[in-house]
């Protein structure tokens, strides 16, 4: 299935495609919940009244004007760093013998077409396309056999990056540098396992002002989609609508000779294959 959260009147609703429309689905059954994330912990009976509700409900006639993030509110953001061979090696840093994590703050969870706000506390903002795991169920020492099932689905993901934070404060301020509000754009849909096919051979890339910047494939990825679920639940438990995003391929900015950072105007469109396009255009900050 692909799953879309909208913008009405009356608040955030939950929708599905059906061909080429969306079909909101607690018109048609009044018990499935508006939220997203909500619908993923229902499991399994969640998914089959989605299922039964795309496939009988009247579509909407137009496409909903604002398209949310696909979860607004994860507990975690978890993120990959250096999971590309050549993106370590245009960073200058060595090849990692474990996944390297970092994480973002829930707050900076934006969604398609929403604006990226420079902050006016930085001046080197970078872009990162990176395919995003939505976790379904739960569950702590996953086997790297198991992994799979708990995965609810993947979207497209959007690394933004501010790299005088990350790298040049004292000490290195990953976090923050990561963290700024609205730093963290996903979406346009949620799109189901059994929907996408094969996520370790999807072809991935960004491109800035119509031009492509980053173009690769998820089968470059050095660490794989279960190793990652199973490594990361050795330390936490991960919980429904939990995010990863997995890393990006080589073709940052930073490490561009001359160096591009985002600049007001620019924009920025995430496209991974079988899961769409994720487009943010970029302003200084209000
Ligand atoms: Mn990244």
Sequence with gaps: MRFIQYQSEAGPRLAARRDGRY???QAVDPRIPTDLRKLLEMGEEGGNRARAAVDRGPPMQETPARILAPILQPEKVICIGLNYADHAAESG???P??????CKFPTAISGHEAPIALPAVSSKVDYEAELVI????GGRHIP????RE???GYTCGHDVSARDWQLEKSGGQWLLGKTFDGFAPIGPELVTPDELGDAGQLDICLRLNGQTMQNSNTRQLIFPIERLISYISTVCTLRCGDLIFTG?????GAARKPPVFLRPGDVVEV???NLGVLRNSVIAEP
């Excluded at 939505?134 to 169920?137: E, N, P, S």
């Design 23 to 25: 079909v909101d689905l």
């Design 93 to 95: 840093l060595a090849l």
């Design 97 to 102: 013998t474990e996944p390297v994590v970092f």
């Design 134 to 137: 939505v976790i379904g169920r």
């Design 144 to 147: 790297l056999e198991q992994a």
């Design 150 to 152: 708990h995965i609810a």
């Design 248 to 252: 990006t391929p080589p073709g940052v």
């Design 271 to 273: 496209e991974i294959q």
